[in-house]
């Protein structure tokens, strides 16, 4: 690399040269720095951990299919009941330990009123896990 030209004709163009002395030893620091990092970043802590014989709980909570068709019927399990019905089963459902995962299906046609009173219903009675099962779109 010339830093100096001793040609008067091109003493004033620009260097066409990039320099890269700088760019090499920002690399080389820079690999330094990674070499000495890795091993601090592979450091593991050794634990002895307590053995158990217990078997994990594989317990599901029941699932409960509660679907309201595009007439306003409501089905639980593929039973029809009324309302006031559906209410009370909710309450029953709700004193159950684990408590049951409510699973709403609702027809598109529905009005969203049948759906509201539905949510209320479930929440006053103190479901709490609620879920809302819908078809995919193509």
């Known amino acids: 690399m010339a830093f100096g030209n001793f040609d008067r004709s091109r003493s004033g163009a620009p260097l066409a040269e990039i320099n890269m002395v700088p760019l090499?030893?920002?690399?080389?620091?820079?690999?330094?720095?990674?070499i000495l990092a890795a091993p601090?970043?592979?450091?593991?802590?050794?634990?002895?951990?307590?053995?158990v014989s217990a078997?994990?709980?594989?317990?599901?909570?029941?699932r409960i299919d509660f679907a309201i068709d595009a007439e306003?019927?409501?089905l639980w399990n593929g039973q029809a009941l009324s309302r006031e019905a559906a209410a009370a089963r909710f309450a029953e459902a709700?004193?159950?330990?684990?408590?049951?995962?409510?699973?709403?299906?609702?027809?598109?046609?529905?009005?969203?009123?049948?759906?509201?009173?539905?949510l209320g219903d479930a929440s006053r009675a103190g479901l709490a896990r609620i879920g809302f099962v819908s078809q995919p779109a193509p």
């Open 72 to 74: 306003g019927q409501r």
């Open 24 to 34: 090499i030893d920002v690399m080389l620091v820079l690999l330094v720095i990674f």
């Open 94 to 118: 709700a004193q159950r330990q684990p408590q049951p995962l409510l699973q709403l299906r609702a027809d598109e046609a529905v009005a969203y009123r049948l759906v509201a009173e539905t």
């Open 40 to 51: 601090l970043a592979a450091h593991q802590v050794a634990l002895q951990l307590p053995k």
């Open 55 to 62: 078997e994990p709980l594989k317990a599901e909570p029941e």
